[in-house]
């Protein structure tokens, strides 16, 4: 604490003359000299620096005192005004200097996504790693200096439409969903500067990309054919679970022994994409290809690699040998979770099964992986003819008599 030797106060009518002049002596660490033509105003005089204050009480009573700015920027005029102004403000009840510090609160986009939002996905998300590629690689370097109300709808457009220039809709529409979701997350945990969502409003771009190839039987008889015949012997179990169970590729793949009850003929998926645990039925077809499957000694994975004991990272160079093989070049592992879906639709069996069964959480989902064969399709076009009344061919019309002979 400084002593009275090393602090002078004083009431002092202040002239532009006297901040200019005023200095301080060697016993002397700090001077404050109080305005007489201005309540309140102050100089701070220390060593290399002179500063204007602003002593005052707030709305609670307590004593306050703010910095308003240098003196060898600001003229002591300036500094009248900006303390009368700011006085004004405060016995009206708008606190400037609240409003300031509330600014300096307002974090940048960049510092919100790595303070606040990444830590929260990476609690419950398992695909975290996508949303921050996409962060790190667009969103960011376009947006994340802004601080969260400067942030506006001409920033986020520049940003969609820019990044449509090299990317297919559906990718530039993830783009836009993130944001949405990153600064609704910011408005809902009341951070700082943002009430409303500046993407509200920015409509999602048409997708006509969304690819919708599905295996029919002499596909997927093709298909195992070529499996058999695979380097990997692994291969023929992984696909046929694929196709049996409609799992995403990663969860068979991450498969424990454990998992399956073939008494209650549950798998229990405990991490899958949406971070909680789901409950695929194990049909007939299922556990047919678990007893084939062969098991080894103190390894818990149902296909383990060979040369780890762990599951399989890629499997991508042994499926892509067999599709080729097959004639199937365009089919791609995760057409096997559509071929699911529509394999059980076809037979008769409804979306909310299906959905069920998929682990989806929305129906619209579900409808994407429906498909219906052209088979089905016109199956379901031929009920129609019981209430039509027509019988066949139509019979021709009569044609008109011939003349008679004169």
Known sequence: MESLKDLIMAKQRLTQKFVDRESLSKECHKK????????????EVRSGRKSYYLRYRDERGKNRRKVLGRADVLQLTDARNMARRYLRDIQLGQNPFEEK???KDVPTFNAFVHGA???HIKGYKRSWRSDESLLRNHILPAVGHLHLDEIKRHHL????????EDHKPGSTNRVMILCRYILNCAINWETPGIEANPSKG?????ENNKRERYLSQDESKRLFTALEHSDNPSLKYIVALLLLTGAR????????????DLQRRIWTIEFNKLGRPRYIP?????????????????????FANPKTGKPFVSIYYSWNTARVEAGLP????HDLRHSFASFLINSGRSLYEVQKILGHTQVKTTQRYAHLSQESLIAAANTAGASVPFSGVPTPPALPPAPIAG
């Open 249 to 260: 590729k990663r969860e068979v793949l991450d498969a424990r022994w454990e998992d399956f």
């Open 32 to 43: 404050e000299f109080y305005d007489t033509d201005c309540i309140g105003l102050f100089l």
């Open 101 to 103: 510090a509330a600014l």
């Open 202 to 206: 920015i409509a999602l771009l048409p």
């Open 157 to 164: 457009v520049s940003l969609f439409a820019k990044h449509r």
């Open 330 to 333: 365009e089919v791609r592992m």
């Open 117 to 119: 939002f990444m830590p």
């Open 282 to 302: 194990i049909a007939d077809g299922v556990a047919r290809v678990l007893e084939q499957v062969s098991r080894h000694e103190g390894c818990p994975w149902v």
